[in-house]
């Protein structure tokens, strides 16, 4: 794993979404990190230092010096000894103070100290994260080569809606365990990724849609951050949040949407994989008012082909891009994929079969053959989807 005996320093400061931090800590845990934490003052009192100090099985510090046994702790020898340091959440006053060298408490003592690199979480309330004073400070931090991990837009704990929540504890530890990968193979490269299903309007409540939870496409984007490249996520309908802060993620609702934002960035894309569900017939016209019932007259709906946004890509790709599609199939599928594979203009397409227990969608795991334009085969057992998108990023690399 890729945190296996990294030693981090965890640095908790004063704000509500220290109540994640425990959460944060198990999972460093899991990976095989050695944790220091380290608390402000202010910290204390969202999180108490005992839950991190068993968490972590090591003291959880408040203080540089402890008067009742005389025992310093030092933030030389901690920043020192850390091979990277994440201070999550961090407060505007934190922030403000990393930013101008106020080493007024050990975990900024030790922040200034630290010769490894240092990562940043912050959480506040929306107005403060948006104040220029702040963001002055968090360009500040970026301009020593701190890494930001940016907050979600969301419901914040004052009720408000808008950024300044901090980044959720799987996502941050994706990020750390993400750079320690050795190579940086797609570094440079811009990948491009459609997941989901589309949904069609019938009339204002109703659409026609598909199975498809959009997981398999948000693993594989996953593992083309982690890989260092660029990532560009258009996700159709889904209950799914964005598993990286890297990925710029674009929603669309309909085919035609899809349509529109995989070709406004097709052009950049020296890697596109369409492994959305997208619809193949759309209303010919969606009524405006709620269709009634009628049991004498039972509405018939009218269908138009969508534009097959693959076979379109496949159309205009460079020689240099590689294009791959999905195919989910019920029978004769290595045919019915070879010929999507041949028709589409693709570098590959990967197979998944229906009728493959545990495969396709809605279930975390994904069993897929993939098959190459040069005829090469290669198929893999039922595994998780994040493993299956390794072995699919495993074989674009060895096409590039
Ligand atoms: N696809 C697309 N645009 C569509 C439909 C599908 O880009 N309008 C893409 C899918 O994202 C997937 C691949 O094409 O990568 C699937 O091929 P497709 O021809 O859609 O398979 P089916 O629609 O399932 O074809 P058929 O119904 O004939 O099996």
Known sequence: MSLKGKKILLGITGSIAAYKIPILLRLLKKEGADVQVLLTPAACDFVTPLTLSALSQRPALVKGFNPENGSWNSHVEMGNWADMMIIA???????????????????????????CPVYFAPAMDLDMYHHPSTQANIKLLQSFGNILIAPNEGELASGLCGAGRMEEPEAIVNVLAGSQ???????????????????????PVRFIGNHSTGQMGFALANEAVLRGASVILVAGPVQLKTPHPAIKRVDVTTAEEMNKAVNSVFKKADITLMAAAVADFTPVS???EKIKKNKNAVPEIKLKPTTDILAGLGAVKRKSQILGGFALETQFE??????????????????????????????????V???????????????LKEAVAVDIFDAIEQMM
């Not at 922030?95 to 922040?111: E, P």
Request: aromatic content about 6%; cysteine-free.
């Open 181 to 203: 990968k050795k190579k940086a193979s797609l570094k440079g490269k811009t990948v491009l990724i459609t997941a989901g299903p589309t949904y069609e309007a019938i009339d």
């Open 89 to 115: 959440p961090v407060s505007a006053n934190t922030l403000g103070k990393m930013a101008h060298g106020l080493a007024d408490n050990l975990l900024v003592a030790t922040y200034l100290a630290a010769k």
């Open 334 to 367: 290595e045919k019915n994929a070879l010929t999507k594979l041949k028709n589409k203009n693709l570098d590959f397409i990967v197979l998944n079969s229906l009728k493959e227990k545990g495969a396709g969608f809605g279930y975390p795991t994904n069993k």
């Open 286 to 288: 969606a009524a405006t």
């Open 369 to 383: 053959t993939i098959f190459q334009r040069n005829g090469k085969k290669r198929t893999f057992g039922l595994k």
